[in-house]
């Protein structure tokens, strides 16, 4: 009786695991659609947000998703809204949410990303990139500091403001439709992911987010959340110098990850959970602070027994 009642459990439980993949998966073949500007388009779904610059000379994609369904389905949208030929497909950086679906894009696809972008691929995700379609599709056009594109009587711009999310993020500026593709240098209410084994850093971030608000936009495509304005970087901004100033501060004072983690106040700074990556959360926010803490702290205490 016990073992009949525990293979259905097991049953059971084989269901409702089946379904719950299964409606991801659905899930992932769905792109929310946003036109924000004329032929200016933000794609949202499972993953990271995807820009579309669509011009019938040809259309220039930022981001691609996770699988390659999605950057199939991307590619359709592009179809589907008029655009011409895909003339260059950016990725804003390495992980997986921004660029896995590259293989659902044709080979010989101009990929473009900053030179620490590339090599994240390469070190960090290498299984994934190792073997066709997707070796094929990695960055094949790398910059350092700024790349731009003319297409369609429409300049493209990608900058790379310095580190934050990682130390080889881009941002996109479609500089005549004033729109802004922030990339994951900006989480407009969710709850951010910062990537220290890739050069990540609070500290640092908001130096890159203020050079980005030198750039003359109105309206931004965030990495995650909805569309968002000039009013909620500067937010995002604030939200990092905070979380940054009053963890460090802690760890200064001794503290342990425990208590910097229940006593720091981001005040009214509310934010939520991905539902498709529900482990950020606040206490992941402040324990990135709490460990960037710790080894600036480290380095510090370092030099001053050197001197």
């Known amino acids: 009786m016990i073992w009949r009642t525990i293979r259905r459990v097991v049953v059971v439980l084989l269901v409702v695991l089946a379904a719950g993949a299964g409606g991801f998966w659905w899930r992932a073949g769905v792109l929310d659609v946003a036109e924000i500007r004329p032929g200016v388009f933000m794609l949202s779904g499972v993953g990271g947000n995807v820009g579309v610059l669509a011009t019938d000379a040809g259309a220039v994609v930022v981001d691609s998703m996770m699988f390659a369904r999605q950057g199939r389905g991307i590619r359709d949208h592009v179809r589907k809204v008029g655009g011409g030929p895909i003339v260059a497909l950016i990725n804003t950086h390495y992980h997986l949410d921004h660029t896995h679906g590259n293989p659902g894009f044709p080979v010989g696809t101009k990929v473009v990303a900053t030179q620490q972008t590339l090599a994240h691929c390469r070190a960090l995700d290498a299984?994934?990139?190792?073997?066709?379609?997707?070796?094929?599709?990695?960055?094949?056009?790398?910059?350092?500091?700024?790349?731009?594109?003319?297409?369609?009587?429409?300049?493209?711009?990608?900058?790379?403001?310095?580190?934050?999310?990682?130390?080889?993020?881009?941002?996109?500026?479609?500089?005549?439709?004033?729109?802004?593709?922030?990339?994951?240098?900006?989480?407009?209410?969710?709850?951010?992911n910062v990537d220290p084994a890739a050069g990540g850093t609070i500290r640092l971030w908001p130096v890159a987010i203020d050079r980005l608000l030198k750039l003359d936009f109105d309206v931004v495509i965030p990495g995650h959340g909805p569309v968002a304005t000039r009013a909620d970087v500067e937010h995002f901004r604030d939200f990092l110098q905070i979380l940054w100033r009053q963890s460090y501060t802690a760890v200064a004072k001794g503290a342990s990850r425990d208590q910097v983690i229940a006593d720091v106040d981001l005040g009214g700074y509310a934010m939520r959970r991905l539902w498709f990556y529900p482990v950020l959360s606040r206490a992941t926010v402040v324990g990135h602070a709490y460990d960037e803490g710790q080894v600036l702290l480290a380095k510090a205490r370092a030099l001053a027994g050197e001197q």
Request: no cysteine; aromatic share 12%; glycine share 10%.
């Open 127 to 192: 299984d994934f990139w190792a073997e066709s379609p997707a070796r094929d599709l990695l960055p094949s056009e790398t910059f350092e500091r700024e790349w731009s594109l003319s297409v369609g009587g429409k300049t493209v711009r990608a900058v790379h403001p310095g580190p934050g999310h990682t130390d080889g993020d881009l941002a996109v500026y479609f500089e005549e439709d004033r729109v802004l593709h922030a990339g994951d240098l900006v989480w407009n209410g969710h709850w951010l």
